[in-house]
């Protein structure tokens, strides 16, 4: 069965940093794609940052560029949000989630975590 387990979230103040971490299991890790998605009260998941298999290519969303950076450990089965200079808007639950490649569509992942909830107070 396939686990992907979202930690680090929390609250934090404006101009803050949180690290996310997302432990995958049941699967083989290194044959994925992973994202980070958030979203909000009745919006719909956005693609925030995601990586190849290999951590050799990334993408970031222009909305977190410069303050958010995307890695991962294919020998621990984690991938990282490091969010850096948080702002108020940044508050959302943010999910981890598996693909063969990087989409920035949420129905074209495989599986998905359970989420972390975000807060940036102003």
């Known amino acids: 069965q396939v686990q992907l387990a979202e930690s680090g979230g929390g609250l934090v103040q404006a101009g803050g940093s949180l690290r996310l971490s997302c432990v995958a299991s049941?699967?083989?890790?290194?044959?994925?794609?992973m994202g980070w998605f958030r979203q909000t009260l009745g919006k719909g998941r956005e693609l925030v940052s995601a990586i190849t298999w290999s951590g050799g290519a990334t993408y970031v969303a222009d909305s977190v560029k410069g303050r958010f950076t995307i890695s991962r450990d294919n020998a621990r089965q984690t991938v990282y949000l490091h969010m850096n200079s948080l702002k108020p808007e940044d508050t959302a639950v943010y999910y981890c989630a598996a693909d063969r490649m990087i989409s920035d569509s949420p129905a074209a992942y495989d599986y998905w975590g359970q989420g972390t909830q975000v807060t940036v107070s102003s």
């Open positions: 049941g699967l083989t890790f290194s044959n994925y794609a």
